[in-house]
């Protein structure tokens, strides 16, 4: 049995855990932004108000999270999640990005550059996950920062994702709308102004599913 103040610190942390505000976080899932404000969380009356079932789905999905890793969150002292939820996956500094030599067409890892490490669990046998190297990709990530991308989770307004553009540059940010014929994200050289990117210019581009901060 959870408590109503576990439930809410279990959504504040995973907002963290992923770079965001509470706000931006439902905002990610496809919510209206003020569902999780501290407002919302008790009604006029100072009874607690809890999170719809529905919402907190929403808000795992959007961020790839496993509703044991959820749990873990949610605990006082949280701690890593068990290590059955954990897998080895290719990772590579992002000062090391390559495309040519570091991907194939798909944008599937290859090369022996690739070091395995443990992080979360991700249903797609091709996830990798990027250590991010220096300040290029600030305000998004710093420093330090893991990135676990998978190239066969389904990409929605507001997800973060990873473009490769040719022929041989990477770009990172949030996607803002899609066509057949044109892409445009926010992306950390301008994360207020569009980019427009034709189609022909992307030669594939995958979600950010996770990220330790």
Not at 18 to 23: A, D, I, Q
Not at 85 to 107: I, K
Request: charged fraction near 25%; aromatic fraction near 8%.
């Amino acid at each position: 049995m959870f408590t109503h103040a576990e439930v809410w610190r279990g959504i504040d942390r995973l907002a963290r855990l992923n770079g965001l505000s509470p706000s931006a976080l439902a905002k990610s899932a496809g919510l209206d932004a003020t569902t999780f404000n501290p407002s919302k969380r008790h009604t006029k009356e100072r009874k607690p108000r809890w999170p719809s079932t529905e919402s907190l789905a929403k808000i795992l999905d959007a961020t790839g999270t496993k509703l044991s890793d959820f749990v873990v969150l949610m605990r006082e002292e949280a701690g890593p999640p068990a290590p059955a939820d954990h897998r080895r996956l290719p990772c590579l500094a992002t000062g090391d990005l390559q495309a040519g030599e570091m991907f194939d067409a798909s944008g599937f890892p290859k090369g022996a550059a690739w070091r395995d490490t443990d992080l979360p669990r991700v249903e797609d046998a091709h996830a990798f996950a990027l250590k991010v190297s220096g300040g290029a990709w600030r305000p998004f990530y710093r420093d330090g920062d893991l990135l676990v991308l998978s190239p066969s989770a389904s990409i929605r307004r507001h997800d973060r994702v990873l473009v490769h553009c040719a022929p041989d540059r990477f770009r990172i940010g949030q996607l803002v709308r899609r066509t057949a014929q044109r892409v445009e994200i926010n992306d950390y050289e301008q994360p207020d102004e569009p980019l427009g990117l034709g189609r022909a210019d992307i030669a594939w581009m995958v979600r950010i599913v996770w990220a330790s901060q």
